[in-house]
Each structure stands twice: as structure tokens, then as C-alpha cells.
């Protein structure tokens, strides 16, 4: 037995794998075999990957050039003994590695959760006696009993079924539960189509099934999920990466400058150690002290925002992910339908009916023929067809704790049951007025299900089946018309109507009926084998989300491409795909779908160049979800990811973005995803978009806004090496403007409003640095306006008869203004303060008012002048200070209007 877990059970007879598997079906395994078996295969449950112990992972948050540059800048403050700003700086370092900390601990749970979906148990056979045993317990050859409502616990070969249903939709993506059927299977049979497996995790919905185990543990269909997650690669966002990008190269141009300011200062006479200082004062200059502070928290501001529109995010920088992404694959069922089974039209009596509504809710729903709603007594086939649906049914429509409706059952029933509510007909009323007296239950073999039931009309009793729409009409003499007299059977025109219902990817069952002698009580499969009368057709489907089909519109007119992976049948979800709108075509048929079978003859570099123009991909298996994923990645896009299910949990976490349903998603997809959305609503998933783009553009506002003053602060000090005189600022005076400013100013810009159109524009280049080539112009021509400001002011000063403290203190208020009239310029990188609404950032002022008081106390505050070498200054000086702020103000209002009209229109 020792290659059993390279065999394909599904070809298999159920005696040849029991015979294969050494085990017996009448007595099942021996205790003493039992335990050999368990020493050989180990227990049934998934292992979970060894990762990186609790400690690495925290030491592991500091492992980022940005924390290298925030660390140099916190030891520099140190060395010049200022303990305040060096403890602000790490205390910004120790919280950025407690948060990402939090943040990854929570993603390692997803493998945890997987191992807590196997603790169940199993009734077995063990020495010809029925046993319950915890799943845990269960090792390949074991004889496993299952019936409605028990979870599988491993995987097994089916050798016996009576009415199996199995719910496989977390595991495949097949959206009704798959009647199960003990029949030998081809060999290129796919997982979703493997009708005489059970596999582990999945849900049994009805009847009763005995089977053998051939995989436990992590050689179960869950458990190579399992390792899929293990492999999947951890993938920065884009956010990380252009960081990491910029921080490199800003190490390098601190580390040039500063060797430049040495080398010049000693060969212009310098001492050494003066111009180390020098050094030192421009590194400290040229560090963005509070980019790191000011990413999280516009992060966290982003996921403030989102959560009050339903999108929980697990992981701070999938906020901006979203806002880059430019592919969204997402699953179909559950996500873009509502993962309720509805009838949607009824072809009866020779005319067919459309049902509006969806779900399960009967209030929102009618019948319409030719654009009208119609009476129901006016349509006495229509009338037999809904009724033969509510009696010849196992389920039942229930209300849970919220009041919602649910199925008890199988969902196909359930839909029956809705749609004949929808036209007033009740389960419990027809069930007292046509009692049932047998039923010949459903079974894959026959492929149909029939009841006897009591009636009082011609002193008869009526049979209703129910079943394919094939196997009905076999057995049908006639057909009921519009008015419900028996007519000759058209097999044509129902075959056509057949046809039309198939081709929108409904599901579609046939019902018949046929008056029996008042005597009889009991029936057998004789009785429907002739003489029926046929009533009509009932098609269903899980509809899309009414709310899905605008909000893949508005991602489709923001440039994001959606595309739909699921492990549903190829017409199922080329039919949901054009009612949604995911292609641009308008005909189904013309709608391009990959099957799985297809995508397993495609080579890696075939999928990714056939991906591209592929919106639909039916039977789906999770590898090859995970393949799609890293196909689209290979292609440079950013990819969003959404699912509920465990198949979907590798390719989540693969995933630029991984996003999970937070009320039908399973745990396990929970803990693999980035985001979670509390109401299932792929709108929310637009939401996102929209909040993450905001979130993006106040990031590049703020790195836009506070590089200008490290470029002025480092000019400032070279300027002054280079000619030889006295620093028009010190050390510990820049620590003072980057500090405050950065907290006071530049975060006020993280809670900017989103600008108007930005579901307009297309999605950012994942290629494209932060800084583009005009804001890095503009970053150069404010750090030139904050050089001339400061230095000039500095040198005007002193000119002026002004002490080196006076004038060092019009310096520092020089950079702190002009970075405060910048702040405004900065609001918006295109459009005019006045576009967007003086006011609607309150923040920004009252920020602005806070640093103009600490400034003033900075200036006047004996205590301030001591700490910092200030002095106070003259009404004079400030009118100089506020006019160079309000000209670098309007020398920017100027380069924004330059650019906005070279701009096409």
C-alpha cells in the first residue's frame, strides 16, 4: 500500500479499493491493524508549517531601510545629546514593529484554522461494530458511515449511497450540493466532478453513504490546500516596495552628501571634526523623520474610513494595495451571487413565465408573462407546475434568530418552495390538503422523485414527479396547455424551451403528474414509468448581487479588470458572468471561459500570456486559482483576490490583496486574507478600491509635501560649507522643524478628503515610483524656494545688524512658513485649494493655528531660546517670514496652473 496516495480511487471499483486497501466491509479494520496503520500514516489531522519563532518575527519588523534610516536618525540625536527627540524617535520605531508584529501574527493563524476544521467526528466501523471516534482517530481503510448534517472527516471512495448529497461548494465552488453516486468514474474526471468521492471538510446535506478512507491528514484534498498555503509567497505591496525603493536611495544620497560636506569643508581649512558635525547636522536634515509615523498613521486613518463601509483590513498596507490594484479575481459563489438558490423562470401550459426577485425573501417577488404580472387562477397550469414543486419536496423555508428566510435541506428544493410562495401557494396549507400517503425517493440511478398524495377531485389520488428534464418526458403521454386540459405532449417545443433556460445557466427540473384510484396508498417505480402528464419546467439559478453589477461597472470605468475564477460549470458561470456585465460582450456565447481541464494542458508562460484576455474561469481547482493568480502577477499587475471558501485560501494569501466574505466565508479564508468584508457585497470591494486610491494620494501628498524641507535643510548646510560661513541653522534647530512640522503639518494632510473623480482614473502603474518626474521638479523648485528663504533671510539678518540667535530664529521660522503655506499647495498635487473647498479639511488649520503658537513660543519663551539657542525677533522680521511663505505659495499655484494646461484635454 505504499504508492495509495498516487492512486486515482475514482476509476476504481468499490470492492477493488477495499480489496486494495486490505480492509473489509462488513467488519472493517482490526484494533491491532488499527494501530499499525496509525503508526504508519500518522494521525488525520493537518500539520502546520514550523515558521519563524515569535522573537524573529518581532526583530524581523526592524529589517527595513526606512527603520535603518529612522534608527540612524534616533542614535545622531543621541550622540547630540538630545534624549527627548531620540526618545520620540524610537518610540516611533518600537510601535511601527509592534503593529506589523500584531498585524503578521494574525496571517500565521490561517494554517491553524485549517487544522481546527478536521476536529470533528466519525461514525466507523471497527470489529463489526458501529463507533464513534473522534476524526483525529480515523487511518486509511477505515469503514466511515455518513449521514445529513455530518461533516466528511477524510477523504473517501463512496462503496454504498442512498440519497447522498454532499455540499462541496467551499472545497470546489460548486454551488449546489452534488448527489453522490458510487458508479466507477473516468480518469480525467475533475475533483468537482468526481461524484463517487466524499472529501474531507465538506458537508453532508442529505441521505446517508458509507465509504472507505483512502487520504487523511494532509494527503486529503484539504490538506495539499493546506501545504499550498505554506508555499504560497509572503509578497510585498506596493506600497512596501516603492518605500523600500525610495529609502535605499535616500541612504545613499545622505551618505554622498555627507562625505561631500566633509571632503570640501577640510579642504577649504576646516577642522575634521567641524565639519562631522556639519555632516551629522545635514544628515539629521535630510532624514524624513516623521515618513514612517506618517505612513501608519494615514494607514490606519484608511482603515478607519473602510471599516465604516464594511471592509475590515487585517494588514495596515493592503489599504493601499486596494487603491493600486488593477486585476480583481473573484470567486463566483457567494461573492458575486448570492449563494441562494432561485427560480427564475417557469415554462408551463405552453408559456412561459420570468420570476422576478432573488434569494430567499418571497415578498420581493412575481410572475410577468410578456411584461405583465399576471393571476394565478388564471393560470391553472402555471398552478400545478408551483404546486407539484411545493409537495413532490424534502425541505423546508425557515426563519433563523434575525428573521431571515433559510432552507432546511437540499437548495434546489428550497427554490421550489420560494417560488411557490412568491405566487401565495404555502407548504403547510397544500401539505394539510394533499396529504402524503408514499414517495419514491430520489436516487442517482433513476434521476427522479415522486409522491403519492390525497386528493378529493374525481375521487382519485394524484402522483407528482419530479426530475430531469429527460427522464420526465419518457415517461409523459400528454401535457397540460394554458388552460390546463390535457393536450398532446410537444416534446419539441419543451426540448427548445429546454435549450433557452440551459443557455442562461439554469438549472432546470421537469414535473409531471397522473391521477391514481382512490385505493392506492403505496407506489413504486412502475406507477411513473408511463402514462404522465406532463405540467412544465422550472429553471433556477444563484443570481448575481443586484448591488454586484454596478459595482463591477464602476471598477471596470476606474481601469480594474475583473475577472471571475470559480470551480462552478463553464455555461453556470459564462451565464453569471454576462448578467453582471465582466465582458464587454453582449452575447454568452461569445464570452471567452477556461476550463480546468484546459488550464492543465496550458504550459506557465501559455496561462500567463492566454490570462490576460480571459475574463471567466470555470472548474477552477485551487492550484490552478493559485496559478491564475501568479499568471496576472507575472503580467505586473496588482491582484485582488476575493473568496469564502477553503479553495479559495492559497490564492488568497498568494494574493497582492487577499479579500474573504466575512459572513458566508469560512475561518480558514478569514486568516488567509488581507481584508475582510462584513457584509459578503462585492460593492464594498469598490468601497475599497475608492478608500485605498485616497489613502495613496495622501501618502504622496505628505512625501510630496515633506521632502522639500529635507532638500532645503541639506542645501541650507551646504550653501554654507561651500562658502565658508557660520550654519544658518543647527543641529538640534532641524530637529525642532522636522519634528513639530511633520506632526503639527504634514499629518493633518492624512485626513484629506478624497478628490472628486478618483474612481475616474486608471489604475496607477504598479511600475511607476511614488515620486513622478513633475513632482519631483516641484520637490527641487521648493526646496530651491526654501534655500533662498531661509538662507536669504538668514544673510539679510545679519546684514541687517541682527544677532547670529536672531537670525538663526528668522531661519527656522523662514523653513516652518513657507512649509505651512506649501501644506495648502500640497492638498491637492493638480487642482487649486480653492477646487476643492477652502474648509473641507478643518484639520489643516487647526494644525497650522497649533504651530504657529508653538513657534511663537519657540521665538519669545526664555526656556526655548536656552534649549534651542533662540532669540526673540521683530514685527519686521515676521512680515519678511510671511511674504516668503505667501510667494513660495503662489510660485507653486503657478507651476500647478503651468502643468495643468499642457495637459491635453
Not at 111 to 131: D, F, N, Q, W
Not at 288 to 293: I, R, S, T, Y
Not at 588 to 595: F, G, S
Not at 852 to 879: C, D, K
Amino acid at each position: 500500500m505504499n504508492d495509495i496516495h498516487s492512486k486515482k480511487w475514482h476509476t476504481l471499483t468499490p470492492d477493488e479499493t477495499v480489496i486494495l486497501l486490505k480492509s473489509n466491509k462488513e467488519n472493517g479494520l482490526a484494533f491491532s491493524e488499527i494501530k499499525i496503520r496509525q503508526q504508519q500514516y500518522g494521525p488525520n489531522t493537518l500539520s502546520v508549517k514550523k515558521g519563524r519563532s515569535p522573537l524573529l518575527r518581532f526583530l524581523l519588523q526592524f529589517h527595513q531601510p526606512l527603520i535603518y534610516i529612522l534608527i540612524a536618525s534616533g542614535f545622531i540625536t543621541a550622540a547630540l545629546h538630545e534624549w527627548v527627540d531620540s526618545g520620540v524617535i524610537f518610540g516611533v520605531v518600537i510601535v511601527n514593529a509592534i503593529v506589523g508584529y500584531i498585524q503578521e501574527a494574525k496571517a500565521v493563524n490561517a494554517l491553524a484554522a485549517l487544522s481546527r476544521i478536521m476536529t470533528t467526528e466519525a461514525t466507523v466501523l471497527r470489529r463489526g461494530e458501529k463507533i464513534r471516534v473522534p476524526a483525529t482517530d480515523l487511518t486509511i481503510g477505515d469503514i466511515v458511515y455518513l449521514k445529513g448534517g455530518d461533516k466528511v472527516p477524510a477523504d473517501m471512495r463512496l462503496i454504498k449511497v442512498r440519497e447522498l448529497q454532499i455540499d462541496e461548494s467551499a472545497l470546489t465552488g460548486e454551488s449546489l450540493p452534488v448527489t453522490k453516486l458510487s458508479n466507477v468514474l473516468p480518469d480525467d474526471a475533475l475533483l468537482a466532478d468526481r461524484g463517487n468521492m466524499a472529501y474531507a471538510s465538506t458537508l453532508v446535506t442529505f441521505g446517508e453513504g458509507t465509504g472507505i478512507v483512502v487520504a487523511i491528514g494532509d494527503n486529503t484534498e484539504v490538506g495539499i490546500i493546506s501545504q499550498l498555503i505554506s508555499s504560497s509567497e509572503e509578497l510585498a505591496t506596493p506600497l512596501t516596495r516603492k518605500i523600500a525603493q525610495f529609502s535605499h536611495m535616500l541612504l545613499y544620497v545622505i551618505l554622498g552628501l555627507s562625505a561631500l560636506t566633509i571632503v570640501v569643508g577640510v579642504l577649504r581649512g576646516q577642522t575634521f571634526i567641524d565639519m562631522f558635525m556639519a555632516a551629522v547636522a545635514l544628515a539629521v536634515g535630510a532624514i524624513p523623520e516623521g515618513l514612517p509615523a506618517a505612513v501608519t498613521i494615514t494607514l490606519a486613518i484608511g482603515v478607519s474610513r473602510m471599516a465604516r463601509r464594511n471592509a475590515i483590513i487585517r494588514k495596515l498596507p493592503a489599504v493601499e494595495t486596494l487603491g493600486s490594484t488593477t486585476v480583481i479575481c473573484s470567486d463566483k459563489t457567494g461573492t458575486l451571487t448570492e449563494n441562494q438558490m432561485t427560480v427564475k423562470g417557469v415554462h408551463a401550459g405552453g408559456i412561459h413565465y420570468l420570476v422576478s426577485g432573488g434569494g430567499y425573501d418571497p415578498n420581493n417577488g412575481s410572475f410577468e408573462s410578456k411584461g405583465n404580472k399576471i393571476k394565478l387562477l388564471q393560470h391553472p397550469a402555471l398552478t400545478q407546475c408551483l404546486l407539484a414543486g411545493v409537495l413532490c419536496n424534502d425541505s423546508r423555508l425557515i426563519k433563523d434568530d434575525s428573521g431571515n428566510m433559510q432552507i432546511q435541506g437540499d437548495p434546489t428544493e428550497g427554490a421550489l418552495l420560494v417560488s411557490a410562495l412568491k405566487a401565495g401557494i404555502l407548504y403547510d396549507h397544500e401539505m394539510q390538503n394533499h396529504p402524503r400517503l408514499d414517495v419514491i425517493p430520489f436516487e442517482s440511478e433513476h434521476q427522479y422523485m415522486a409522491t403519492l398524495h390525497q386528493t378529493e377531485v374525481n375521487s382519485s389520488n394524484t402522483i407528482f414527479l419530479k426530475g430531469g428534464v429527460e427522464t420526465v418526458l419518457a415517461k409523459c403521454r400528454d401535457q397540460l396547455d394554458g388552460k390546463g386540459n390535457q393536450v398532446p405532449l410537444q416534446e419539441v417545443d419543451i426540448l427548445a424551451q429546454l435549450k433557452k433556460l440551459t443557455a442562461k445557466g439554469e438549472r432546470v427540473l421537469a414535473f409531471a403528474r397522473k391521477d391514481v384510484l382512490q385505493e392506492t396508498s403505496n407506489i413504486n417505480h412502475a406507477d411513473v414509468a408511463s402514462d404522465m402528464t406532463f405540467i412544465g419546467l422550472q429553471g433556477m439559478l444563484d443570481p448575481p448581487r443586484a448591488a454586484a453589477v454596478s459595482a463591477v461597472k464602476t471598477c471596470q470605468g476606474a481601469g480594474i479588470r475583473v475577472k471571475m475564477i470559480t470551480g462552478d460549470h463553464p455555461l453556470t458561470a459564462a451565464a453569471i458572468a454576462q448578467q453582471i456585465g465582466l465582458d464587454n460582450s453582449q452575447k454568452q456565447e461569445e464570452i471567452a471561459v477556461l476550463t480546468g481541464k484546459d488550464l492543465t494542458n496550458l504550459s506557465d508562460q501559455e496561462l500567463i500570456d492566454k490570462a490576460e484576455n480571459i475574463t471567466v474561469f470555470a472548474r477552477a481547482t485551487p492550484e490552478q486559482k493559485l496559478r491564475l493568480v501568479k499568471a496576472f502577477q507575472a503580467k505586473g499587475h496588482v491582484v485582488a483576490m476575493t473568496g469564502d471558501g477553503v479553495n479559495d485560501a492559497p490564492a488568497l494569501k498568494q494574493a497582492d490583496i487577499g479579500v474573504a466574505m466575512g459572513i458566508t466565508g469560512t475561518e480558514v479564508a478569514k486568516e488567509a486574507a488581507d481584508m475582510v468584508l462584513t457584509d459578503d457585497n462585492f460593492t464594498s470591494i469598490e468601497a475599497a478600491v475608492e478608500e485605498g486610491r485616497g489613502v495613496f494620494d495622501n501618502l504622496t501628498k505628505f512625501i510630496v509635501w515633506t521632502l522639500p524641507t529635507n532638500l532645503g535643510e541639506g542645501l541650507v548646510i551646504l550653501f554654507a560649507i561651500f562658502l565658508g560661513i557660520t550654519l544658518p541653522i543647527l543641529p538640534v534647530q532641524i530637529l525642532w522643524i522636522n519634528m513639530t512640522t511633520a506632526g503639527f503639518l504634514g499629518l493633518m494632510l492624512a485626513f484629506e478628503p478624497k478628490e472628486p473623480g478618483i474612481m475616474l482614473r486608471s489604475p496607477r502603474n504598479p511600475q511607476t515610483p511614488i515620486l513622478t518626474s513633475c513632482l519631483n521638479v516641484r520637490i527641487i523648485l521648493v526646496g530651491a524656494l526654501l534655500l533662498f528663504a531661509a538662507f536669504g533671510l538668514f544673510q539679510w539678518e545679519l546684514h541687517s545688524g541682527a544677532s547670529l540667535a536672531e537670525a538663526r530664529t528668522v531661519a527656522v521660522n523662514a523653513f516652518v512658513i513657507v512649509e505651512l503655506c506649501y501644506l495648502l499647495n500640497c492638498r491637492s498635487l493638480q487642482k487649486s485649494i480653492f477646487e476643492l473647498g477652502l474648509f473641507t479639511n478643518q484639520w489643516v488649520f487647526a494644525g497650522a493655528t497649533f504651530m504657529l503658537l508653538l513657534q511663537i513660543v519657540y521665538t519669545y519663551a526664555p526656556f526655548m531660546n536656552r534649549l534651542f539657542q533662540s532669540a526673540p525677533i521683530t514685527p519686521h522680521a515676521w512680515i519678511k517670514i510671511f511674504g516668503s511663505g505667501i510667494i513660495a505659495y503662489l510660485i507653486v499655484e503657478l507651476e500647478k496652473r503651468i502643468r495643468r494646461s499642457m495637459k491635453p484635454s
